[in-house]
């Protein structure tokens, strides 16, 4: 299974970026999907995360401008994000909650990060 996440880019603040990540391979069926990031200096913190059946939480700094949805037909979890600030820059990673058969244990995935910098 890999995912493979893309969108990162460098944007001023106020502006947006959409985040796609997409799971591939041997997948039976998909989870949880989590968008974490990670700031230079800092430790890694989750962002949004949306379960199975749509369900969506978000870490408080994002609430109302960031939004986690997903398109289970094409195993891609999105992110959008609004009213950028400087200090969302980061790299963001993706990861999925995957069992690849099934009634077997489910295991957890990331992918590569992409970077996002938001500055004038």
């Known amino acids: 299974v890999q995912l493979q996440a893309s969108g990162g880019g460098w944007v001023q603040p106020g502006g947006s970026l959409r985040l796609s990540c997409a799971a591939s391979?041997?997948?039976?069926?998909?989870?949880?999907m989590t968008w974490y990031r990670q700031a230079p200096g800092k430790q890694r913190e989750l962002v949004a995360v949306?379960?199975?059946?749509?369900?969506?939480n978000y870490v408080d700094s994002v609430k109302g401008r960031f939004t986690i949805s997903r398109d289970n037909a094409k195993n891609t979890v999105y992110l959008q994000m609004n009213s950028l600030k400087p200090e969302d820059t980061a790299v963001y990673y993706c990861?999925?909650?995957?069992?690849?058969?099934?009634?077997?244990?489910?295991?957890?995935?990331w992918g590569q990060g992409t970077e996002v910098t938001v500055s004038s």
């Open positions: 990861n999925a909650r995957v069992q690849i058969r099934s009634a077997v244990s489910w295991s957890d995935y």
């Open positions: 391979g041997s997948i039976f069926s998909i989870g949880t």
């Open positions: 949306i379960v199975g059946g749509g369900g969506t």
